[in-house]
């Protein structure tokens, strides 16, 4: 009497698992990152991106950095900055490379005040942010 309880119970188990795998999966998170959040923040970087003013294009990229950023956290990678963590990143993913140059354009917008972000820079920098939040599978 007392196993088939605990057969009872085990199979209750496996089912409550599985409700929370389906339910993981359809609603996008893994690694605590829910991907719909992260899609949805990107595509207010790109509203931004689209207005054509370098104000715009600034605030975009320093959107598109703390968004990567967030996810880097998210995943657990050990650093206490961007840099650190991405450090740490590129072994994995090498094309992650490309953002220290997009990082490097950010902190520009940030350090120097009369720094002048041109549109064909923008873009790039957005670009390489997009394709990194790709290559790590949330976007």
Same mark, same amino acid.
Do not use: C, Q
């Given at each position: 009497m007392?196993?088939?309880f605990?057969?009872?119970f +085990? @199979?209750?188990a496996?089912?409550?698992i599985?409700?929370?795998a389906? #339910?993981v999966?359809? =609603? &996008?998170r =893994? #690694?605590g990152? !829910?991907? #719909?959040? +992260?899609?949805?923040?990107?595509?207010?970087?790109?509203? %931004?991106?689209?207005?054509?003013?370098?104000m *715009?294009y600034k605030m975009a990229i320093?959107e598109? !950095?703390?968004?990567? !950023?967030? @996810?880097?956290k998210? %995943?657990?990678i050990p &650093? $206490?900055?961007m &840099?650190?963590?991405?450090?740490?990143?590129i072994y994995?993913y090498?094309?992650?490379?490309? @953002?220290w140059?997009a990082h490097?354009v950010?902190? =520009?917008?940030?350090?120097?005040s !009369? *720094?002048?972000l *041109?549109? $064909?820079t923008?873009k790039k920098?957005? =670009?390489?942010y997009r394709d990194?939040l790709?290559e790590? &599978? @949330?976007?």
């Open positions: 007392e196993n088939g605990i057969l009872i +085990i @199979v209750i496996f089912i409550m599985f409700i929370f389906k #339910n999966i359809k =609603s &996008g =893994s #690694n990152i !829910d991907k #719909n959040e +992260i899609k949805n923040k990107w595509k207010e970087i790109e509203n %931004l991106a689209n207005m054509d003013k370098e *715009y320093i598109s !950095d703390k968004l990567l !950023d967030s @996810v880097f998210k %995943l657990l &650093g $206490s900055t &840099g650190e963590r991405l450090k740490f990143l994995k090498p094309n992650l490379r490309k @953002v140059e490097s950010r902190n =520009s917008i940030s350090h120097e !009369d *720094y002048i *041109y549109k $064909s923008a920098a957005i =670009s390489i990194a790709k790590l &599978g @949330v976007l």
